[in-house]
């Protein structure tokens, strides 16, 4: 199993032990950072091209563990088209730590983050 496949199990099953339903377990993933945030209010723009399966997603999230962020952040933001949107927040690169193990932190989405899919 990939290290990707661990943590979005870890996540999954995270969210279901806080009581939330899951509607699926189909998923996409987009990488926060490589996406534009044009208001002020923070809320993030998405093009559908952006939303990756795990599976296409698998590589990068590999490449990201390597390069020696002390933490990497993953949480749901919610369901579109019958997908789970899964966030993955990455630290700007004043964090790099290489050689060092990067941790991989849950969340639940939040009020202040907005995601709109374009």
């Given at each position: 199993?990939?290290a990707?496949?661990?943590h979005?199990?870890?996540?999954?099953r995270?969210?279901?032990?806080n009581?939330?339903?899951?509607?699926?377990r189909?998923?996409?993933?987009?990488e926060i950072?490589?996406?534009?945030?044009t208001?002020?209010?923070?809320?993030y723009?998405v093009?559908?091209d952006?939303?990756?399966?795990?599976l296409d997603y698998?590589?990068?999230?590999d490449?990201l563990?390597?390069?020696g962020?002390?933490?990497?952040?993953?949480?749901?933001y919610?369901?579109h088209?019958?997908s789970?949107?899964?966030?993955?927040e990455?630290?700007?690169?004043r964090?790099?730590y290489?050689?060092?193990?990067t941790?991989v932190?849950l969340?639940?989405?939040?009020?202040?983050?907005?995601?709109?899919?374009?």
């Open positions: 199993m990939s990707l496949s661990l979005l199990d870890r996540l999954l995270w969210l279901e032990g009581g939330l339903q899951l509607p699926s189909d998923i996409r993933i987009v950072g490589q996406i534009r945030q208001s002020t209010d923070g809320t723009h093009r559908r952006q939303l990756l399966s795990p698998e590589t990068r999230f490449e563990l390597e390069k962020y002390s933490w990497l952040n993953m949480s749901c919610g369901v088209d019958g789970l949107i899964v966030a993955i990455v630290p700007g690169p964090t790099l290489p050689g060092c193990p941790s932190k969340s639940a989405p939040s009020a202040a983050r907005i995601l709109t899919i374009e």
